[in-house]
T-cell receptor
Framework: DTAVSQTPKYLVTQMGNDKSIKCEQN?????MYWYKQDSKKFLKIMFS???????INETVPNRFSPKSPDKAHLNLHINSLELGDSAVYFC???????????????FGSGTQLSVL | LAKTTQPISMDSYEGQEVNITCSHN???????ITWYQQFPSQGPRFIIQ???TKVTNEVASLFIPADRKSSTLSLPRVSLSDTAVYYC???????????????FGTGTQLKVEL
């Protein structure tokens, strides 16, 4: 069983289109994230939801809109795609370790988005 | 947010011990140090986490000096399958407030050869 699964794995589209990436986790975690990894492998957080509530919203264009229908799902919708949106998008989840005050991130395998 | 600095790349041979050092001079009192491993076409995978001194698990060891301004990930007897990017992160749980977010740098590309 895949703990954090995201679909599709590859997404090729034209500039100006609208696309969605879906993410589901079966770990029972309360917190989910979207990360973006650029061509230089720099991995940056975009959004985070805790129990369906948005808790982190980095300086991401408002063309990107996350949606969390329940705490096991966090989808990412992107409007009016631009060339610069080409990257690998990773979904992740975590559960705070109440004993130590930190969380371990579990990542999906990524969605390679190519905007032509 | 504590910034981390680590080598861009390292090369090693099978069977050797590999030590990757990460500098985090402005680490805060509540910050933890975490290392992740990423293989091509996969998401990062948690390796180890520590606060001070030494932590060891079945995969690696993490050495943290008393001043906590750096940390060293030690991989014993690496194999070809350890070829990956290794990320050092410093921060606290975002769920404890303070606005800290675990942001990954560019990591260290470790290449293991025969």
């Amino acid at each position: 069983d895949t703990a954090v699964s995201q679909t599709p794995k590859y997404l090729v589209t034209q500039m100006g289109n609208d696309k969605s990436i879906k993410c589901e986790q079966n770990l029972g975690h309360d917190t989910m994230y979207w990360y973006k990894q650029d061509s230089k492998k720099f991995l940056k957080i975009m959004f985070s939801y805790n129990n369906k509530e948005l808790i982190i919203n980095e300086t991401v264009p408002n063309r990107f809109s996350p949606k969390s229908p329940d705490k096991a799902h966090l989808n990412l919708h992107i409007n009016s795609l631009e060339l610069g949106d080409s990257a690998v998008y990773f979904c992740a989840s975590s559960q705070r370790d109440r004993g130590r005050g930190y969380e371990k991130l579990f990542f999906g395998s990524g969605t390679q988005l190519s905007v032509l | 947010l504590a910034k981390t600095t680590q080598p861009i790349s390292m090369d090693s041979y099978e069977g050797q011990e590999v030590n990757i050092t990460c500098s985090h001079n402005n680490i805060a009192t509540n910050d933890y140090i975490t290392w992740y491993q990423q293989f091509p076409s996969q998401g990062p995978r948690f390796i180890i986490q520590g606060y001070k001194t030494k932590v060891t698990n079945e995969v690696a060891s993490l050495f943290i000096p008393a001043d906590r301004k750096s940390s060293t990930l030690s991989l014993p007897r690496v194999s070809l399958s350890d070829t990956a990017v290794y990320y050092c992160l410093v921060g606290v749980s975002i769920l404890t407030g303070g606005g800290n977010k675990l942001t990954f740098g560019t990591g260290t590309q470790l290449k293991v050869e025969l």
